[in-house]
Nanobody
């Protein structure tokens, strides 16, 4: 059974940076789709970024975070990262990672939550002035 645990959330000033981590246990394949989602206050959960971790890997980003956020993965550590730079107040929310063995789950520019089976519990990010 795959389990995901996020960490790295906290309070950050607008314009600052934060790096989120998602450690996966129970992964048996080096090629999976890992994705980050977030739920901002009063809004539905939305896809942020995804990365396919196998050979010929690729990434996708939602328009709202493109150029500011970077997703990466360390296969040896089975950890997926979300580097958040130049954050603004609208980035406040609960951030979740999710995984699906299917490479195709990473195809959409913005990850689609119904494609993902396994989720972490989330880590809170709060952007302040």
């Amino acid at each position: 059974e795959v389990q995901l645990v996020e960490s790295g959330g906290g309070s950050v000033q607008a314009g600052g940076s934060l790096r989120l981590s998602c450690v996966a246990s129970g992964l048996t394949s080096s090629g999976v789709c890992m994705a980050w989602f977030r739920q901002r206050p009063g809004r539905e959960r939305e896809g942020v970024a995804s990365i396919y971790t196998g050979s010929r890997g690729f990434t996708n980003y939602a328009d709202l975070v493109k150029g500011r956020f970077t997703v990466s993965h360390d296969n040896a550590k089975k950890t997926t990262y979300l580097q958040m730079n130049n954050v603004d107040f609208d980035d406040t929310g609960m951030y979740y990672c999710a995984t699906n063995p299917s490479r195709a789950s990473c195809d959409p520019v913005s990850p689609l939550d119904y494609l993902f089976r396994t989720w972490g519990r989330g880590t809170q990010v709060t952007v302040s002035s």
